[in-house]
């Protein structure tokens, strides 16, 4: 009986063991099965998860896929076995494992697992690119439980902190690296290691520390993209931890959710969190179960506790498997609600990303993923539908404490910990951690306690209500970036925002952004019909044609050039009008889009494209976009907090400081009271400054440091300070920076302020109005009557006074018209004007007191030579400036002196008081226009041009070469280097040109044509050379250098070289017009190398050094005379034709030079024989091509410059640094003052740019 209770009981545990197995039998076995068939593929799979591991981490998303595919690619062409589709991410790490790190903080995107399964399987230490700190947040949260010590590159404590984890064998992070590694850290992070017996020891500066294997090492950085040398990449693992859009758009979609439906967000936090959990106990209690039954020893029937262990594990797995199936039916119902918000995240992903982009305009232009939470945070609270509640205690709620954990709160935090922790402050930081502990608990109780108002919304109203939160997101983040944008940018960024908005949207394609953008010409452009060629160009036809690869312009109608050619007159009727871009199109166009417009305006009216691209902003996003309020101090404080300082941008003529101080005083923050602090920074200022912000940290108090740009080395202490009184200041604190933008010489890229500080701050660019009245009402808003009274002959002081405020606005509003106005931007300021203002008080006061006449060519001198002379380094810009004053400061100043044309007369100064003049300005200044400046309208139209080119340009550089079509591919170049390489001209055959020519035949004329030629030659050669080695690199022949990948760009940009341009001449056409340039100098330069004799005329614009041919002129002249060459100049006498084939031969005297154009004015050609003269610009014609010259020397005693204008040539028209050559140009018969030239602008061009 015995033995049968035993059977039987055993017989009943058999059945139990079954059954407990049972659950797991069909897993284990499918296993099983799988993981024979993943036997064959496995070294395949691990090949490609190491070569993702080890090579693609700091890429992003989409290159890594690209990678990935090209990995595989490789080894199926090998045969490798492979699964049918391989998965690194599910290679390197499990489910269980992605949802332990999910719980710890990374972000569940895709890309960020991968971050995460690459920093798992590295065997190297890990150095991470994380500008939004989403990497380190994870990190602090992850390596917790093993003491991880944060500390910076440069700390007192760093070295200490390290010889203490390396012993102990716990983790480290470098966090907010810079470009520079401490050398005394290289052995660590080389890992040099020395064994001695059975330990290992490793170098420390002066210190051997016994090696512990525990020890970990992550390197992070903020910089966006850094540059370190090849060791430390080599020896670290380089994972990119930048947001994605795909990531950003996800954790935007639980925000908005988060706000719209708390309790959705809630409860979909609660499932995630409940999900992860479930993962990872169902991959334990199946590692349980298999640990239990390879542990069992002898009969296993026996084991009654494995058993009954088994049920247990059995019955919480059914349990848990349930649970998970009604989670997931839950999530699946939640997620078709927060679905129908996805368009406001996406959104706000586009949003943020432009903000991004945006630092590669200007160094200031730097946002965190913080700040941008706190906009979109704030921004959808504004339209909130729920009550708001009482605060249980005085205080306002950060933008964070609304916003999800992943965007910023906690990330936050956790690095304030870290810093605390790196320096040894365990107190401050327990006494923190407590706090936030506190803070922490009391907001789960208050979300317990109170029952959220729940307003659901569906259909039509649902529809409305995302499209509201879509435009009140976008409003917001706009007027955040406005406030800081310098005004030359703010249309650049909103026809950014609106185009790109279209392009996501489908309304528009990205192939015809991109057009609109580059506007390319078609290479193969039939030749322009005779109908078009008096009102187009060649260079529009050739882009009207590229228009036609966009379906809209090829209608049924007929295609663009067809409509052209047929409608001529009615085209250029549309071409003629003053706002073409509201006037009618002709009949076949009129239905067209604004945007369509927008391409038609961008060939044939570039100059009206501002004006388009303000009203097509306005269309598609409204007046708000366009219409910018006045700086309100109040409302950027509401904005601020004591985490973010507030960034003013410098300008000449405004001053914030009596803004901030006025409100500051609002808020009983005076300096009377200790609790307001303005320093000027500068040298000795600096521990100042530091004391100050850690008073006003503590106290409460503002602190304005003034002129931050003066002190770059003391920057990164002020980064730091700033750090650290996160973890004290008050919420009354504020600090308040200032600085001026970089200057031109420096570009807009320089790095002048750290961009951590850049990212954190509220940046605001007040900058003065730039009209001609403003600038007029600014500089004499810089006197009183006491100025006024202080001088004895009041009367010529207050003409005179007024004259050189007017004066000072010309000079300041004339910066607008480009190069025409001033070859360069001076730095004119108010200090120039405050000073000449006093030097004339003091003229005349002498003058009255010695009874002399008043020395007005004293002050002119004063004024134009000294004053303002003294920033004005170019000779032709300084003739500008004393022609101004020549025409203004004159004794007629007393007598209603015409100040400007047309009309604009001095005031009566004997009948103006200090207040009369200021009423004079507000009320009978006339309106603004290119002729108060005695420039032509056509200025205008240049400088508009010119803004339209800028605008294009700045996209294409920020966007890339093909809008929408990612990072750039060499591999897609090779059409254009066939092109280019297929059109390029063979080498001029220097050696057969110069064995024609005998030793005693060299003239000047030959010299300088061998000389032309063998500089065209080493152009060529560059660019073929240059061309193959790209070719060669696509190819997989030669590894692809720096210069390769600036050429490709350069080709899709459709933009020279800079290789190139270094060899070549100075040009400012686009890369297209410029080969089609070389090529035809190529061909000028072999008909007069070649042939040997003088070319019946020159085509002056195609040499690489025009000025050694004119000076081969002198030289053939004073040799033929006699005369000595250092007083020899050359004379031009412009002939009455355009055409050189029309010239019979060579002139008596000197040559024939054509390619010359005008600027500034027109040619009015002469009768017969009659030499023509200069006129008044033409309307819209820029640059008219001037005639054929006759070029000839002479002694310079026989120069004489009667009824004659000293006119500059320069090659382009940048004018500056390219000019050439000053020549005579005959002015009319009655025109003997050149100073109308002058102010005009009026210049000689080698080139129609």
């Known amino acids: 009986m015995a033995e049968a209770a035993k059977c039987q009981n055993k017989l009943v545990l058999a059945q139990r063991l079954v059954g407990a197995l049972s659950a797991n039998a069909v897993i284990w076995e499918q296993t099983v099965e799988k993981a024979g068939e993943e036997l064959v593929v496995i070294p395949g799979d691990s090949l490609v998860a190491c070569s993702f591991a080890s090579y693609v981490g700091v890429f ?15 080894l199926q062409d090998r045969d490798v076995p492979l699964s049918p589709d391989p998965d690194p991410l599910a290679s390197l790490s499990t489910e269980a494992e992605q949802a332990r790190w999910c719980a710890k903080g990374l972000p569940r995107d895709r890309a960020s697992l991968e971050n995460g399964a690459i920093m798992m399987s590295s065997k190297r230490w890990n150095l991470i690119i994380d500008p939004q700190n989403q990497g380190s947040v994870w990190i602090k949260h992850k390596e917790a439980e093993r003491k991880l010590q944060v500390t910076r590159m440069g700390h007192a404590k760093m070295i200490q902190t390290f010889e203490n984890a390396i012993a102990a064998g716990t983790s480290v992070m470098i966090e907010n690296m810079g470009e520079s590694i401490d050398a005394v850290l290289q052995p660590v992070i080389a890992r040099n290691t020395i064994k001695r017996g059975t330990k290992r020891f490793l170098k420390l500066g002066d210190k051997e520390i016994i090696y512990n294997d525990g020890f970990m090492l992550v390197l992070q950085t903020k910089l966006s993209n850094p540059h370190y040398p090849p060791e430390i990449q080599a020896e670290c693992t380089v994972i990119n931890f930048t947001v994605t859009e795909q990531g950003l758009e996800e954790q935007l979609l639980f925000l908005v959710v988060k706000l719209e439906r708390p309790d959705l967000a809630r409860t979909k936090s609660e499932l995630i969190q409940q999900q992860n959990e479930f993962k990872v106990r169902l991959a334990d209690l199946e590692a349980l179960l298999l640990e239990k039954l390879a542990g069992a020893e002898g009969d296993i029937l026996d084991d009654v506790d494995l058993i009954i262990g088994l049920e247990d594990a059995k019955e919480t797995s059914d349990e848990v498997k349930e649970r998970v199936i009604v989670a997931q039916e839950n999530e699946t119902k939640i997620n078709e609600t927060s679905e129908h918000y996805r368009l406001a995240a996406n959104r706000g992903a586009l949003l943020f990303f432009l903000m991004s982009d945006l630092g590669k305009m200007h160094t200031f232009y730097k946002f965190s993923l ?27 709620p950060s933008a964070f404490d609304m916003a999800d954990d992943e965007a910023g709160r906690d990330g936050g935090a956790d690095a304030g910990r870290g810093d605390r922790g790196s320096e040894g402050d365990g107190e401050e930081r327990d006494k923190a951690d ?29 529809t409305q209500r995302v499209e509201l939160l879509q435009n009140i997101v976008t409003l917001f983040v706009f007027s955040y970036l406005r406030r800081g944008l310098l005004d030359k940018d703010k249309l650049t960024v909103a026809s950014m925002l609106a185009l790109r908005i279209l392009v996501r949207s489908g309304a528009v394609e990205p192939h015809a952004l991109n057009i609109l953008i580059r506007a390319p010409l078609d290479p193969q452009a039939p030749p322009m019909p005779e109908s078009t060629r008096v009102w187009l160009t060649e260079q529009q036809w050739a882009q ?15 295609a663009l050039t067809q409509n052209l050619e047929q409608d001529s007159l009615g085209w250029k009727r549309w071409c003629a009008e003053e706002r073409a871009e509201a006037a009618d199109l002709p009949r076949g166009c009129r239905e067209l889009s604004t945007f369509h417009r927008l391409l038609l305006l961008r060939v044939l009216r570039p100059d009206r494209i501002g004006a388009a691209l303000t009203q097509f902003v306005v269309d598609n996003l409204g007046s708000d976009f366009v219409d910018q309020p006045p700086f309100d101090m109040a409302q950027t404080y509401e904005e601020s907090t004591f985490l973010t300082p507030i960034f003013f941008v410098l300008f000449p003529g405004t001053d914030p400081t009596p803004v901030v101080e006025g409100f500051a005083r609002t808020l009983s923050m005076t300096e009377a009271n200790g609790r307001f602090t303005n320093i000027s920074m500068g040298q000795g200022q600096e521990q100042v400054a530091i004391n100050a912000l850690n008073k006003a940290a503590k106290d409460g108090g503002w602190v ?30 504020r600090c308040i920076l200032t600085s001026e933008p970089p200057s031109p010489l420096q570009g807009t890229l320089w790095e002048m302020v750290p961009e951590s500080v850049l990212q954190r701050c509220v940046k605001i660019a007040d900058e003065a109005p730039t009209d001609l009245k403003s600038n007029l009402r600014r500089a004499y808003a810089k006197f009183s009557q006491a100025s006024v009274d202080a001088c004895l002959k009041p009367k010529e002081f207050k003409a005179t006074l007024f004259a050189l405020c007017f004066f000072h606005s010309l000079i300041l509003g004339r910066i607008k018209f480009g190069p025409q106005g001033w070859s360069k931007k001076y730095p004119f300021n108010d200090g120039d004007l ?4 006093q030097v004339l008080c003091n003229y005349l006061n002498s003058a009255e007191r010695l009874g002399t006449e008043v020395p007005w060519p004293d002050l002119r001198y ?19 400036c004393n022609t101004y004053l020549a025409t203004i400061i004159l004794p007629e100043l007393l007598s209603n002196l015409t100040l400007a044309p047309p009309a604009f007369k001095s005031p009566d100064a004997s009948k103006m008081e200090y207040m009369h003049y200021q009423k004079f300005i507000e009320e009978r200044f006339p309106p603004e226009q ?44 090779q059409p254009l280097i066939t092109r280019y390489s297929e059109e390029l001209p063979s080498d001029l055959d220097m050696v057969d040109f110069r064995s024609k020519v005998k030793e005693e035949e060299y003239t000047p004329y030959i010299i300088t044509s061998f000389q032309e030629s063998d500089r065209v030659n080493a152009l060529l050669q560059e660019v073929r050379n240059s061309l193959a080695e790209l070719e060669l690199g696509i190819s997989g022949q030669l590894n692809v250098t720096k210069n390769m990948e600036s050429l490709s760009e350069s080709l899709h940009l459709n933009r020279v070289n800079e290789v190139w341009q270094n060899l070549a001449y100075p040009s400012l056409k686009s890369l297209s017009a410029w080969f089609a340039d070389l090529i035809s100098r190529v061909a000028v330069l072999g008909a007069w190398a070649g042939g040997r004799e003088l070319l019946r005329s020159i085509w002056i614009s195609g040499l690489f050094n025009p000025m050694a041919f004119l000076t081969a002129v002198m030289q053939v002249t004073a040799r033929e005379n006699s005369l000595p060459l250092d007083y020899m100049t050359n004379r031009s006498r412009f002939l009455n034709t355009r055409d050189p084939s029309e010239i019979g031969g060579l002139p008596a005297n000197g040559v024939h030079i054509h390619g010359l154009f005008m600027e500034g004015a027109s040619w009015e050609d002469g009768k017969g024989d009659d030499e023509g003269y200069l006129a008044d610009s033409k309307m819209k014609e820029l640059h008219p091509e001037m005639p054929v010259a006759n070029i000839y020397s002479v002694h310079i005693e026989k120069m004489d410059w009667i009824h004659m204008y000293r006119c500059p040539v320069f090659m382009t028209a940048q004018r500056g640094a390219t000019f050439v050559v000053q020549v005579n140009v005959r002015m009319d018969a009655d025109d003997d003052d050149e100073g109308h030239w002058v102010l005009a602008g009026s210049g000689l061009l080698m080139s129609d740019d």
Request: hydrophobic letters at 40%.
């Open 60 to 74: 992003t998303r989409e290159f890594r896929e690209a990678a990935t595919a090209r990995f595989v690619q490789f």
């Open 370 to 396: 913080d700040a941008f939470v706190m906009v979109a945070t704030r921004a959808i609270n504004s339209v909130t539908l729920r009550k708001a509640k009482e605060p249980k205690v005085p205080k306002e």
């Open 434 to 462: 407590r706090l936030e502990d506190d803070v922490l608990e009391e907001e789960e109780e208050e979300e317990e306690e109170e029952h959220e108002e729940v307003i659901g919304f569906s259909g039509k109203e649902l």
């Open 544 to 558: 009207l044609k590229s228009l036609e690869q966009i379906a809209v312009f090829k209608s049924s109608t007929g």
């Open 704 to 733: 304005m440091l003034q002129n931050i740009h003066l002190m770059q080395a003391w920057l990164k202490s002020l980064e730091r300070a700033l750090e650290l009184i996160e973890e004290y200041a008050t919420p009354e604190f």
């Open 834 to 837: 405050t000073i000449c203002a």
């Open 862 to 880: 004063i004024f134009g030579e000294i004053m303002y002379g003294g920033h004005i380094t170019d000779f032709w810009d300084r003739r500008v």
């Open 930 to 973: 290119p002729q108060l400046f005695s420039l032509h309208p056509n200025a205008e139209i240049g400088f508009l041009t010119t803004q339209g080119d800028s605008i294009f340009k700045t996209i294409q550089s920020i966007s890339g070469s093909d809008i929408g079509a990612g990072s750039l591919d060499l591999s897609s170049s």
